[in-house]
DNA sequence: GAAAACTTATTAAATATTTAATAAAGTCTT
DNA sequence: AAGACTTTATTAAATATTTAATAAGTTTTC
């Protein structure tokens, strides 16, 4: 047995250590489902291969101290690839979800650029990074628009002709690629890692310039039959007859997007309102919050109807899923508790209170880290047969090719 | 091992069979997952025990016949408890999944009347049925209100003091009991037996005097944190200013449920609309529905107002959920032609044309058996570990009883 | 009408995993 | 400080499950 096979046979094990460490063997059977000694097993093979320390003895709850378990943090990592329509952002991370380069941002604007691009931009990232390419075990793509995980391809963005985006990245860079949504990454690593971590049922809302939606449902990322769920910005909820850039009328985000904010916004300075927002030559989404959290009460009436309405469409989240926990991030969650006031009276509202008892409004923790610890863990997600899958498929390309 | 333990043991086996009759045992391995010589060996065990018969050979695909298994009819029964608002149903299912009694309808008022009633029906229907109760392995209990289903309370009807509802009625018949929502239940009788069966991500509408919803997400009924997922009707989606009897204004329900389409017909009425309805004494959603089957314009434009609300609902949950097939089931589905082009229309104007494409709207081939086929399921999927323990906890009671 | 291809059934060996028992190493109570 | 009680680690035996190989029927092909 290959080395790397001897990892990622034992994934169950390997991914309880790299999202909870360090770990005791009981810990692991607890999270894993399997008994002590079988754990015990695994691990002590895991040591002698050197994919997996003991480190000490965890305290004692009464009874005999447990060892301590971490995964070497060396021995593999992870490319997190984190996208927004304008730009691009990577980090390489260790086996211990540990930054191990500086996050390094990219200009990519994804309805002008082109696939190659964005393969040339990882390219290069790995080779400054200094971390060897054969050390780097998958890749985490996560991005904007409809993106089938299952299919590897993303309908909106970076089309490929007669291939998908995911074997078109793949066959360049001949490492795994597993692509994801930006919200559903979002999702992911607040599952993980952020404030809603071990909760079976919660919605995670990427606060950005539209409103993603990323739903952890039965524990796991919902992506509906075609990777499409989640389309929250979407949802035809006003009868405001204002035309969506998708197309339709009444979306939320026609409502409660930063866009329809900074429309309102320049609708109010041109028709006289004083705000200190008239100061400034070119209005966007930053002057506005900066503003808003200066204290500017025009800027702070503005977002906080833009949240009343998110509002508005979370009590009907809340009514469908009834999810345990409701997490405000993205970029935009840096001003959540701007946010947070008003979402919560909107669903005040409009929902059943037998409802709202059992919910839970939180602002995220992770900040703008949410995405790409996402995205690393996307690919922790597939190791086992997926990557082994994947490893396979690459090896038998390049094979035949070189 | 005692025999019925047996049974339990070979869970995942046994209900493959019941939702699969006849199978063969490549159908068996690739419905649960097991290799083929493990399937056949626990297939043969239960041979032996009598629980599985032999029967003849399927046809071949260009290989050697299989030999087709099927459940022993009777050695077990089920018990399905089918309520709404105002009557009970019941009947007593075999382990081939068919109707070995007749449907018996009681009259029950959820709201007037007690948990002790219920009880009552349940023993004099086993009693009149002739099935022996020691041979009945469970009751499917569903009913519409807040059902969790975990903690086994119903949180709007039939509240026990100092107990859960299931323990109340399992401690006085001495059988197993699951509870369900009405809703979900018809949702489970879709997915195992109905026109969505085998879809993984499937929404099921229950047209009645409400509008419930039952969602399958990821194969499995979606309850969410506490059981309280799926209220469609509730959700707050006009700004008509009508009161919901849920306390709220603008519930989908104000517009689309049958109880207002006949406010808004008496209404009419009243104001003297053209319309066969002017000729009945007493209106109500019978005479309505008749009424636009025969022909009558203004019941047709009741219901398709109706009904064209009903899919701008969809069409919200549509972009959350990228279902693969939304069914129109319930009492109300008879007339499901009805329904169907006002809500497609409504899900076309109102959805992006990605989503739309991939989801299928159909009505249900059950009729108003879905609720009884997935209370029975219900007891089904519950196979194993969760009947067992609730078989140990009746035994403990009842010991230390009598 | 055989040969080839295919599916199913059976068997044996290998692997995965759990259970139960015991030993080792702690904490807590009195 | 002794004894009761916990928790963890280790071992051995039992069970669950899969893989691979082979045999037994059926269909398809030529």
Redesign the interface.
């Known amino acids: 047995m290959s080395s790397i096979d001897f990892l990622l046979n034992n994934s169950e094990v390997v991914k309880s250590l790299y999202y909870h460490n360090p770990s005791t063997s009981a810990d692991i059977s607890c999270y894993t489902g399997k008994s002590i000694p079988h754990v015990i097993k695994i691990l002590n093979e895991l040591v002698k291969e050197g994919y997996v320390a003991e480190n000490g003895y965890a305290t004692s709850s009464g009874g005999r101290k447990p060892l301590n378990y971490s995964l070497v943090s060396d021995t593999h990592f992870l490319l997190s690839v984190s996208m927004d329509q304008f730009s691009t952002q990577m980090v390489i991370v260790d086996m211990n979800n540990r930054f191990i380069t500086e996050v390094i941002r990219y200009e990519f604007d994804l309805l002008r650029s082109e696939p190659g691009t964005l393969v040339n931009y990882i390219k290069i990232f790995i080779k400054d990074s200094g971390v060897s390419k054969k050390n780097i075990i998958g890749i985490g793509l996560t991005m904007p628009g ?1 993106v089938n995980t299952k299919e590897g391809v993303n ?1 909106t963005f970076l089309k490929v002709a007669d291939q998908t985006l995911v074997e078109y990245v793949q066959q360049r860079i001949k490492i795994p690629v597993f692509l994801e949504n930006d919200s559903k990454a979002i999702a992911l690593g607040e599952q993980k890692f952020g404030i809603a971590s071990n909760v ?2 919660v919605l995670v809302l990427n606060l950005g310039w539209g409103i993603g ?1 990323g739903m952890i ?2 524990g ?1 990322i ?11 910005s ?4 006003f ?1 405001n007859g204002k035309l969506c850039k ?3 009328h009444g979306c939320l985000e026609t409502e409660a997007s930063l866009i329809a904010v900074t429309a309102t916004a320049k609708q109010g300075i041109a028709a006289g309102q004083i705000t200190s927002l008239a100061n400034y030559e070119v209005v966007d989404a930053d002057v506005i919050i900066n503003e808003a959290i200066k204290g500017d009460a025009y800027s702070v009436r503005l977002i906080s109807e833009a949240a009343y309405h998110v509002g ?1 469409g979370l ?3 809340i ?6 926990v409701i997490v405000l991030s993205g970029k935009g969650s840096v001003v959540g508790k701007l946010w947070l006031a008003p979402i919560q009276q909107a669903i005040n509202e ?3 209170p ?2 709202t008892q ?2 839970e409004l939180v602002i995220s923790n992770l900040n703008s880290k949410a995405q790409l610890l996402g995205a690393a863990a996307l690919v922790v997600e597939n190791f086992g047969k997926p990557l082994e899958a994947k490893l396979k498929a690459i090896k038998e390309i390049s094979g035949s090719i070189n």
Chains 1, 2 share one sequence.
């Open positions: 409809f309908y079976e049922n939606l449902l039965g796991k919902f992506r509906g039959n075609n990777g499409l769920a989640g389309e929250f979407h949802i035809p909820l009868k998708c197309g339709k508005e009590a009907i989240l009514h469908l899923m009834n999810p345990a409009h929902c059943i037998m409802l059992y919910t």
